[in-house]
């Protein structure tokens, strides 16, 4: 199965920016989707960012203009840019993956969280005000 390791993130002040980055084992299909979720004390974890392997991306309204998600396939490895941070952002960043997609499946949130099959251990991003 694949393994997903991340590293960034961290802790900054409001306005400023951090990046995630997260990559994943050789062990991977050609075709993938990978993304991170966050999650806050006492709130669900969210979906923020997702790319596949076709370079679709998706963002939630929350981030977009502010986040920016990019791949660099021949390391198997996708970043999350973070600019403009607010207090609001702060959680627990987790990567996941969709290893092994269908020409037929399409980037979605819904279809991400869906078919996750491999969960990065998270990574704290801190914003203060």
């Known amino acids: 199965q694949v393994q997903l390791a991340e590293s960034g993130g961290g802790s900054v002040q409001a306005g400023g920016s951090l990046r995630l980055s997260c990559a994943a084992s050789e062990a991977t299909y050609s075709t993938y989707a990978m993304g991170w979720f966050r999650q806050a004390p006492g709130n669900e974890r969210e979906a923020v960012a997702a790319?596949?392997?076709?370079?679709?991306?998706r963002y939630a309204d929350s981030v977009k203009g502010r986040f920016t998600i990019s791949q660099d396939i021949d390391k198997n490895t996708v970043y999350l840019d973070m600019n403009s941070l607010k207090p609001e952002d702060t959680a627990m960043y987790y990567c996941?993956?969709?290893?092994?997609?269908?020409?037929?499946?399409?980037?979605?949130?819904?279809?991400?969280?869906?078919?996750?099959?491999?969960w990065g251990q998270g990574r704290l991003v801190t914003v203060s005000s």
């Open positions: 790319i596949d392997n076709w370079g679709n991306t």
């Open positions: 996941a993956i969709v290893d092994g997609i269908a020409a037929t499946w399409r980037l979605t949130f819904e279809s991400f969280r869906r078919d996750v099959n491999a």
